[in-house]
């Protein structure tokens, strides 16, 4: 009989989580966990649609969740922006953000609002931006931010001469760029924490591999078919070989964002071969996070394009 491959979630009455990219796939098997737990869940989505049906799904699973859907559309710095203001009048201190949207692969070159390449800005940047707008919030409720990051933030590297890839457009290198600075920003963001006292605890996870819409048919990135690797992902994941299920893929952000012992700078991910499937765990951090110099160098590059800059001192 196979192994059940899962982990309890602890209560979180009354405790506030914003979560980025929950209205499908891995995100939405997060939210409904989270939603469980009796976290007051804050939904932030930029298809209203798709929204109100995972709110519904949610509602269904566990009745009474507190569950707030708002708009938000990450490629955008002026809805990123709208969305912390709002969150900031409401005053209510953020426990835990667990930044998870992402996108991947579009196989042209495309730009998001503010002129960005659309996995680096949307990705990244952000969330960044996100982070930043969310601070006082944040340090309000000594909050965990959990950074969903990617298996392929464990190749490539961070293309410093052409971060937005007008030269050369290359979409995995673009993706694992994007994972890659968001892991740097992560670790980073527990260094500043700690050094000047914010009281955020920053985390990273993966989902290891998984069957979801990241590498199916998205006419909306360009993309009118499934990829041949979706296609596999699927085929072996039916099977149990290998890789996760999107319930399974939720486990690792589940647990970086409610493991009582998380340290800065932990990444959680899937324990199986190759950490693509099995039991949640910590891992060794990838080597590409680990540069010091990387990580100062991202955070202040991301704070200049983003027009942000994060507090340097406990009071500020």
């Known amino acids: 009989m196979a192994r059940t491959?899962?982990?309890?979630?602890?209560?979180?009455?009354d405790r506030r989580v914003v979560l980025t990219g929950g209205s499908d796939g891995i995100g939405l098997h997060i939210a409904a966990r989270l939603a469980a737990a009796g976290a007051d869940l804050v939904l932030p989505v930029r298809n209203q649609e798709k929204g109100r049906a995972a709110v519904e799904r949610i509602r269904a699973q566990s009745p009474g969740a507190r569950v707030a859907l708002r708009e938000l559309d990450l490629s955008s710095l002026s809805s990123v922006a709208a969305l912390a203001s709002a969150l900031r009048e409401e005053g209510i201190p953020v426990d835990v953000l667990l930044d998870n949207a992402g996108l991947m692969t579009p196989p042209s070159r495309q730009e998001t609002a503010d002129g960005f390449e659309v996995q680096f800005g949307t990705n990244h940047l952000g969330h960044v931006a996100l982070i930043a707008g969310l601070m006082p919030l944040l340090r309000a409720g000594r909050a965990r931010v959990v950074s969903q990051i990617s298996?392929?933030?464990?190749?490539?590297?961070?293309?410093?001469?052409?971060?937005?890839?007008?030269?050369?457009?290359?979409?995995?290198?673009?993706?694992?760029?994007?994972?890659?600075?968001?892991?740097?920003?992560?670790?980073?963001?527990?260094?500043?924490?700690?050094?000047?006292?914010?009281?955020?605890?920053?985390?990273?996870?993966?989902?290891?591999v998984a069957p979801t819409s990241l590498l199916s048919a998205r006419p909306e990135v360009g993309r009118d078919d499934d990829t041949r690797s979706v296609r596999l992902i699927r085929w072996l994941s039916a099977r149990g070989l290998v890789v996760g299920t999107p319930q399974t893929a939720a486990l690792p952000a589940l647990l970086a964002a409610t493991d009582p012992d998380a340290v800065d700078g932990t990444l959680y991910g899937p324990t199986g071969l190759g950490h693509l499937g099995g039991v949640p765990g910590t891992q060794k951090l990838y080597s590409r996070l680990e540069s010091t110099a990387d990580a100062a160098r991202i955070w202040e590059e991301s704070q200049r394009l983003v027009d942000v800059r994060f507090p340097t001192s406990a009071e500020a």
């Open 151 to 208: 298996v392929a933030a464990n190749r490539g590297s961070i293309n410093w001469a052409d971060l937005n890839w007008e030269r050369s457009y290359d979409g995995m290198a673009a993706y694992s760029q994007s994972k890659i600075a968001m892991g740097l920003f992560a670790v980073e963001l527990g260094r500043r924490s700690q050094a000047q006292g914010w009281g955020i605890t920053s985390v990273l996870a993966h989902p290891g």
């Open 5 to 13: 491959v899962d982990i309890t979630v602890p209560d979180l009455t």
